[in-house]
């Protein structure tokens, strides 16, 4: 189970730090990522940590603006987002992949998925 939290309302420039706390997996093995979802829009990766080494990829469109990382000590996954923008509004979902052999995670191969946390940058 994957359990979002720290979603909101805020202004263009803001910052806003998602956290995601799983329980009932072996967090160790599974690369952690980011997506979001867009009223109308199709899901869109984000972020990923690689369960392996714990590298981090990012789309290009939060590259610069958001940093993922990770607690293994406290199974939860991190999402820091700076400089927000309109169109950053979106519901955000946590993401799980089993030892993903990618840098990123396949959309189709999540095995677990949050409930999401919605985030609303105001202009």
């Known amino acids: 189970q994957l359990v979002e939290s720290g979603g909101g309302l805020v202004q263009t420039g803001d910052s806003l730090r998602l956290s995601c706390e799983a329980s009932?997996?072996?967090?160790?093995?599974?690369?952690m990522g980011w997506f979001r979802q867009a009223p109308g829009k199709e899901r869109e990766f984000l972020s990923a940590?690689?369960?392996?080494?714990?590298?981090?990829h990012y789309a290009n469109s939060v590259k610069g603006r958001f940093t993922i990382s990770r607690d293994n000590d406290k199974n939860t996954v991190y999402l820091q987002m700076n400089s927000l923008k309109p169109e950053d509004t979106a519901v955000y979902y946590c993401?799980?992949?089993?030892?993903?052999?990618?840098?990123?995670?396949?959309?189709?191969?999540?095995?677990?998925w949050g409930r999401g946390t919605q985030v609303t940058v105001s202009s």
């Open positions: 009932g997996l072996t967090f160790i093995r599974y690369t």
């Open positions: 940590v690689s369960w392996s080494d714990n590298s981090t």
């Open positions: 993401a799980a992949e089993f030892m993903a052999t990618t840098e990123t995670i396949d959309i189709q191969r999540v095995d677990f």
